[in-house]
């Protein structure tokens, strides 16, 4: 059987188009599924759903999906997606409202998972790292679990029940990944607003005969998107933000590449003094300097490979989240230290992370750090690797 998987489309009929011609094209596809998150922010709210329940074996719902419907509240939403919220909702019609509210954001079909967001929270929990698809894998039942939501196309995964998750990112290699005898959560990127720096459509093809996933991405007229964005009236920002990736890593010219090494070359030099205790000492003094929360920091490196240190804090709202992984990644940089990436700036900003290679440093609002118990499960794991090394 080949698959082809979909998820947030977002109202972007041109780009929606695109994917079906590459997949139609270049696969003898036999089913089409829909993990969600077919309308907002976009223009075409009708075609995508139209195309869409013509098209897909099965079709999740996603937050956004049930946002139009007032199925679920939007005050977590920004300005942007509440203002494209409100005008999907206006042009939707009374038919694709009401097939909208008979879908569900989880289903199970033929022994593969399929959810809008997580296992744990089907529409708003998003699995942006390692530490998010670990709680995930525990509750997941089948060896294989697809879902959407984040916008980024990413391969988690975890050899045994009980070891860490690892990711593998399409944009570090081969657009293909062979699927072994691990648990799997694959998210398919979004066809209709991708986010991780590469415009162009992003979905997934699932072959179980080769037993592998491919990860394909479209190009198409986004400035199309654009113009019928900008004459309903559609944020700005929203319309911006389609072009965002331009200067991927593939596109970019050589001059680019040239100034980011110098760049990379005088940070490495400069930085080269700082130890990771001062640095892991410089992180908690800006977090306490700025208010933060209860910074605690687990040291983990004779447990794992994954850093030396591990840094969780909390800000009191979302708001205070972003400001201090700002604040962090800003005090750092004038010592010359460059994070390695930073992730989780998404629509609610209640976990961030900064990866300094050797310290990780997670910030999370007070409801993050009470339901994933980070603290607590590193500790576990520690206790655990102690028993096993004691033996
Ligand atoms: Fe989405």
């Not at 979004?190 to 996933?213: C, F, W």
Request: aromatic residues 12%; charged residues 25%; proline residues 2%.
């Amino acid at each position: 059987m080949i698959y082809c998987i979909l998820s947030d489309i977002h109202s972007n009929y041109s780009a929606l188009e695109a994917v079906f011609k590459d997949a139609e094209k270049n696969y003898n596809i036999n089913e089409v599924i829909c993990l969600g998150d077919i309308v907002g922010y976009g223009p075409f709210p009708n075609e995508c759903v139209d195309f869409i329940k013509n098209k897909c074996s099965v079709i999740c719902a996603g937050n956004h999906d049930f946002a139009a419907l007032n199925i679920i509240d939007i005050s977590e939403f920004n300005d942007y997606a509440k203002t494209a919220i409100q005008w999907t909702a206006e042009k939707l019609t009374d038919n694709n409202k009401d097939f909208i509210s008979n879908l569900k954001p989880y289903s199970y079909y033929r022994g593969v998972e399929l959810v809008h967001a997580s296992l744990s929270d089907n529409i708003s929990e998003y699995i942006i790292n390692v530490w998010s698809a670990v709680s995930n894998f525990k509750l997941q039942k089948s060896f294989l679990c697809f879902n959407g939501h984040t916008h980024t196309p990413v391969v988690f995964y975890q050899l045994t029940e009980h070891k860490d998750a690892r990711a593998y990112r399409f944009e570090d290699g081969p657009e293909y990944y062979v699927l072994e005898e691990n648990k799997y959560i694959i998210n398919a990127g979004s066809v209709g607003q991708p986010r991780d720096h590469d415009p162009r459509a992003s979905y997934l093809i699932y072959d179980t005969e080769k037993n592998m996933i491919l990860n394909r991405r479209v190009e198409y007229c986004i400035e199309d998107t654009q113009n019928a964005m900008r004459n309903a009236g559609l944020p700005f920002f929203l319309i911006e933000r389609l072009k965002e990736g331009k200067w991927s890593k593939q596109k970019s010219g050589c001059f680019s590449h040239f100034i980011n090494f110098i760049i990379f070359c005088i940070i490495i030099i400069l930085g080269a003094g700082m130890e990771v205790d001062e640095l892991k000492d410089l992180i908690v003094k800006i977090i306490d300097d700025k208010k933060g929360i209860e910074p605690e920091v687990i040291e983990v490196r004779d447990y794992t490979t994954i850093a030396d240190y591990l840094i969780i804090a909390e800000g009191t709202s979302s708001r205070h989240v972003k400001s201090l992984t700002r604040e962090i990644i800003s005090g750092v940089k004038k010592k010359g230290i460059m994070s390695i990436s930073s992730e989780g700036l998404l629509e609610d900003s209640s976990w961030t992370v900064i990866d300094y290679g050797s310290i990780l440093v997670h910030i999370m609002d007070e409801a993050a750090r009470k339901k994933f118990k980070l603290e607590e499960f590193w500790k576990i794991e520690i206790k655990k690797i102690k028993k096993m090394i004691e033996f």
